[in-house]
């Protein structure tokens, strides 16, 4: 469990890097948290001829409001960093309530959002959260710049939307709104496991208690995390009572999703899972929403 | 007897060092111009070897030599067969071990094929990718059930089918009860594979002095003596040129008791290149090069009469012992002979058959078969509990063997090659005890009534079993005062975790009078003890515990009889106390010990003839058979019934274990074993396809329980002494981890009576029981 060879960077500068990325490309991984990546390396799994250390690179390290309203992260910030930052609590709930669900705490001080993002692994918590927080990310390379909406960026299996010279710079995500409501759940089988499924909602009641706007967000379900888009279309327009709810975790799990099996979970366990647990942050979610009404 | 240590509480004499890491583990092991090996392992279950290329691995820089069966020559010859079948009457048993690397043909995924030395082992790593095997891949034999049929490849073609052993033991006639009993049931129970997970990896670091001529080997075993002496005989030394040692070992459980064949590999490329030789086993290659345990299937029928008193047991089983079988029939016999647990069987028929299969090589790990015997006896139990209206509690007092049947012969062989014979017990206590700490009745009839109003399904278990410890042959001590006043101890049996630095101390300080910091014990280096077997099935405090007490004793009555001498007093009145002797009721009248040593070993002058110096004593102790342990495992769990996810409420473990040593101690073996028993029961199960991949090698799949999945475990000891030895001990080193299937799946069962599940396999998962659920359904 050693690590083939490779040629190894730790640029000082954003502009090295992409000048590293341009030169590389295809033959590069870039290496932030490493949480991921490096197990891979040592079962050789993954055999980059090229390691891109993004670490030293300050300017990919911060939280803040934009002036937008919306919540800018920079992709090497550790994520035990998003889990603790009040502009993270103010901003963006959900997001700093499912961190703790992310593997363990010393995992958490090295892991970055940036890197789960950018990996891509349909089985983790910040892409699919992703979705459900209607994030944009910033995509950088030596001769352009591009903003990409997270439902654009997730294509399949650890595949994005990123380009081999590009790096993943930043996440926009826009303000929770102020009759939005909000759950996260998951179901593993050890505390700090990938998840068997998990599920994200965030709602948004008018002030009559119809449901404007309603994201759910699945992982572990398919190639890629994803929107349980029928779901989510049985609840807009609806005051949401307990039996729609449970109309819309009924769709999720078998309309919305065609889960595979693994060696720890059935596909038929898989969309048991997803409706009760899609059941369950609903109910979260609109409670809260009510209580903010 | 009121006693200053024995006994008590004791914090442990090795934790310092362990705390500070500053204990030395066997990567800790550095020596200027170390080479590193790296193993080449079968990526196939069964195939066949046509042709091995090593001509670019050679060509690598940094790359020293590589080998195969072909370069080995003459080494590459079958291993010891480490343990021999015991001689049951009608007993069919074929020995198979493995070569070093695989000649020919590869029987399991992982074993060796071929090894490069290498000056690092990144180096040494890189050079596998260079070997070029040319394979030709045959169908594999992964099921145990159809591993017999006509159709089954055969693992080993010498032989006619794939048949490794069988084995038949009854007492009374079963046949002739059954018809008279009130109720027969009969049920099929699956047992899969688990493996041991060491925190700490195999490895071994061999170093040749050429100009000594003498061989140091540090290795992770829990047998150094025996490996030394396999060593000095595989590679034409004396035993005497030969020094192994085990150093602190991050958990042993069993599979490191075997000689493997790195173990035999990298002393003998240390003496063939003249320079030291590192291999340190990584988790992936733990996973299929080290041994596993657990397939089991069996096929088995109660019968009982209308009080739910066992008349008979009928079990027919199967076990997989993987690709080769070195160490014979000790798991089966284990799960032969447990099954019977506490209770009273009067007629009992056990038949086995071991197969061959595809697959990593079966040994004893923690429990060692006995897992097995205790899910079927007390699932048995379980199901006849329901047809008769019987409380789990009620049907098991109804069956405990009395105390006044001790001892009690149960007139099978056990694998200690003697007729399996209960020492001593006290069964009624011990569940009685846990049914009071857990508050069996009130759950059942208050609590468990309310919680199901609210909606929550809990359950409660509680289950009974034995553990046959502390076998023999025999395990020696030698024990010495320096002039310092330091006492030290030396033992051939290894150490893993087991606390041996504190309990011997503890026994030792309690014979001298000294403080329990103050004996320094050496265990696992043969060149401070060469005589003994090893630290395996629970036997540590039980023989070497006793070897220590002794000589302690014998040390004792040294430092008397040369302090009355000194002291001018009678030995009746003097006083070991604080590392001197002192005159009883006149303490300023002393000598410390460290003085008599040195008195006790003259420079000049003459000594009596006769006279042995110093004070030192060695004794052995051979117990005349094991000794049996026993327990009672009690849980309240909650099931989710939607996800099936199960949540731990609380865990009891009543254990007698006879006298107690250092109950904190013996708390932290309970606790351990319970953890690697919630493991073996809910987490960790080793999944293989029908070629005999192995489909979950690494810890993401594979999934061991973490501290946050252990509950807090209550624990009670009561003492019932063993009459075998003078401590009256018991072994509790797999205790914990022996019942926890039966525990689950009773508990289980009795949270979801609504969905009329019988769980009568292991290991579950939620996975597992939503199918069982919905399999009931349909």
Not at chain 2, 76 to 82: A, H, Q, S, V, Y
Not at chain 2, 239 to 261: C, L, N, T
Not at chain 2, 457 to 482: H, K, L
Request: aromatic share 8%; charged share 20%; net charge negative.
């Amino acid at each position: 469990m050693k690590p083939a060879s490779f040629k190894y960077y730790a640029p000082e500068t954003l502009d090295e890097v992409l000048e590293l990325l341009v030169a590389h490309g295809m033959d590069a991984n870039l290496l932030a948290g490493g949480q991921s990546l490096v197990p891979m390396m040592n079962f050789r799994l993954a055999q980059p001829v090229v390691l891109i250390d993004i670490n030293k690179i300050k300017s990919l390290d911060f939280v803040s409001e934009h002036e937008t309203g919306h919540l800018r992260c920079g992709a090497v910030t550790r994520q035990s960093t998003i889990e603790k930052h009040a502009d993270v609590q103010k901003l963006a709930p959900l997001l700093q309530e499912t961190m703790p669900f992310i593997a363990h705490s010393p995992i958490r001080n090295r892991g970055t959002i940036g890197g789960s993002i950018a990996h891509a692994d349909p089985a983790a918590e910040l892409p699919a959260l992703m979705l459900v927080l209607e994030a944009r990310f910033k995509l950088i390379s030596a001769s352009r710049e591009r903003w990409v909406d997270a439902s654009d960026f997730f294509i399949d299996l650890f595949m994005t939307d990123r380009e081999p010279e590009e790096l993943l710079a930043e996440i926009s995500i826009p303000p929770m709104k102020k009759h939005a409501g909000w759950a996260f759940d998951e179901i593993s089988r050890r505390s700090g496991d990938f998840a068997l499924v998990g599920a994200g909602a965030n709602v948004h009641l008018d002030p009559d208690g119809t449901c404007s706007e309603a994201k759910i967000g699945l992982m572990s379900v398919g190639a890629t995390p994803m929107l349980a888009d029928h779901a989510m279309q049985l609840l807009i327009g609806q005051k949401p009572s307990e039996t729609l709810i449970k109309e819309a975790a009924e769709t999720a799990a078998h309309q919305d999703i065609d889960p595979g099996s693994d060696l720890h979970a059935s596909a038929a366990y898989r969309k048991q899972l997803t409706r009760v647990l899609t059941e369950r942050v609903l109910q979260k979610a609109f409670n809260r929403a009510r209580k903010r009404n | 007897m009121s006693t200053r240590y024995f006994g008590k509480p004791i914090r442990r004499n090795e934790d310092e060092r362990l705390l500070k890491g500053q204990a030395l583990f066997i990567d800790d092991v550095h020596h200027p111009g170390m080479l590193h090996v790296a193993f080449l392992r079968s990526p196939y279950a069964h195939a066949l070897i046509r042709n091995i290329d090593i001509s670019s691995a050679l060509e690598r820089t940094g790359v020293v030599a590589v080998y195969t069966a072909k370069e080995l020559g003459d080494l590459c010859t079958p291993g010891p067969l480490i343990v021999p079948p015991p001689p049951i009457e009608g007993i069919i048993f074929h020995t198979r071990t493995q070569t070093p690397l695989a000649v020919d043909k590869v029987r399991y995924v992982g074993e060796a094929v071929a090894f490069v030395v290498a000056e690092t082992r990144y180096i040494a790593e890189d050079a596998l990718e260079d070997i070029y095997v040319d394979y030709e891949p045959l169908e594999a034999t992964v099921d145990i059930e159809t591993a017999q049929s006509q159709k089954a490849p055969l693992v080993h073609e010498d032989l006619p089918s794939n048949l490794a052993a069988h084995v038949i033991q009854q007492k009374g006639n079963y046949k002739s009860v059954r018809d008279q009993a009130a109720l027969v049931l009969k049920r099929r129970f699956y047992y899969d594979r688990g493996t041991a997970a060491a925190m700490e990896n195999r490895g071994v670091v061999a170093q040749w002095d050429g100009k000594a001529h003498r061989l140091t080997v540090w290795d992770t075993t829990q047998a150094p003596i025996p490996v030394r002496n396999a060593l000095a005989s595989l590679l034409g030394l004396s035993e005497s040129q030969v020094r192994v040692i085990a150093p602190f070992i991050g958990g042993g459980f069993g599979p490191k008791i075997m000689f493997y064949p790195d173990e035999l590999l990298i002393p003998w490329i240390s003496m063939r290149h003249n320079r030291p030789v590192k291999w340190i086993e990584d988790r992936q290659e733990n996973f299929v090069a080290t041994t596993h345990e657990r397939g089991q299937v069996h096929d088995a029928e109660i019968a009982l009469d209308e009080n739910g008193c066992i008349l008979g047991v009928h079990d027919i089983f199967l076990h997989d012992t993987g690709a080769y079988d070195p160490y014979g029939l000790t798991i089966p016999i284990n799960s032969q002979c447990t099954l019977l647990g506490p209770y009273k069987v009067p007629n009992y028929y056990s038949e086995f058959q071991v197969v061959f299969t595809n697959k990593p090589i079966v040994t004893p790990y923690r429990g060692a078969g006995r897992q097995h015997g205790t899910f079927v006896m007390e699932r048995l139990l379980d199901v006849a509990a329901t047809e008769l209206n019987l409380d789990a509690v009620e049907i098991r007092r109804r069956n405990f063997i009395p105390p006044d049947d001790f001892p009690h012969d149960h007139k099978i062989m056990y694998q200690d090659f003697s007729s399996l014979t209960y020492d001593s017990g006290n069964y009624i206590p011990t569940i009685e005890k846990a049914a009071e700490i857990i508050g069996y009745n009130s759950f059942i009839e208050e609590e468990q009534p309310e919680l199901r109003k609210k909606g929550r399904f809990c359950g409660i278990g509680i289950v009974s079993y034995v553990e046959g410890t502390g076998i023999g042959p025999y395990e020696g001590a030698r024990i010495t005062i320096e002039p310092g006043g330091t006492v030290s101890l030396a033992t051939g049996i290894g150490t893993q975790g087991q606390g041996h630095f504190t309990s011997f101390a503890q026994i030792v300080a309690e014979h001298l009078g000294v403080d329990v910091a103050s004996v320094r014990v050496v265990t696992g280096d043969t060149d401070a003890f060469h005589w003994g077997t090893g630290t395996f099935a629970s036997r540590g405090a039980v023989v070497a515990g006793n070897a220590c007490n002794e000589a302690a004793q014998k040390v004792r009555e040294k430092v008397l009889k040369m302090a009355g001498e000194e002291l001018e007093a009678a030995e009746k009145d003097l006083v070991l106390e604080d590392g001197f002797v002192h005159v009883v009721g006149v303490p300023q009248r002393r000598i410390a010990l460290g003085e008599l040593a040195r008195r006790a070993n003259p420079l000049r002058g003459s000594v009596k003839p006769g006279t042995e110096p110093g004070l030192e004593s060695t004794v052995y102790f051979g117990p005349e058979r094991g000794a049996t342990a026993n327990g009672v495992h009690a849980m309240i769990v909650e099931v989710d019934p939607q996800t099936l996810m199960v949540e731990i409420k609380r865990y009891v473990v009543v254990h007698d274990c006879g006298t107690v040593i250092n109950p904190m101690i013996l708390e932290g073996q309970m606790h351990g074993g319970v953890a690697q028993g919630i493991g073996n029961a809910f987490y960790e199960q080793l999944m293989f396809d029908d070629q005999g991949q192995l489909l979950n090698a690494s810890f993401m799949d594979y999934l061991l329980p973490t501290a946050s999945d252990i509950p807090p475990i209550e624990t009670a000891h009561l003492e019932t002494p063993s009459p075998l030895n003078p401590l009256g001990v018991k072994g509790a080193g797999e205790a914990g981890a022996i019942p926890v299937g039966a525990l689950f799946a009773q508990a289980i069962e009795n949270a979801l009576p609504d969905f009329d599940i019988e769980i009568n396999e292991m290991p579950l998962s939620p996975n597992r029981l939503f199918e069982l659920i919905v399999e009931k359904r349909v």
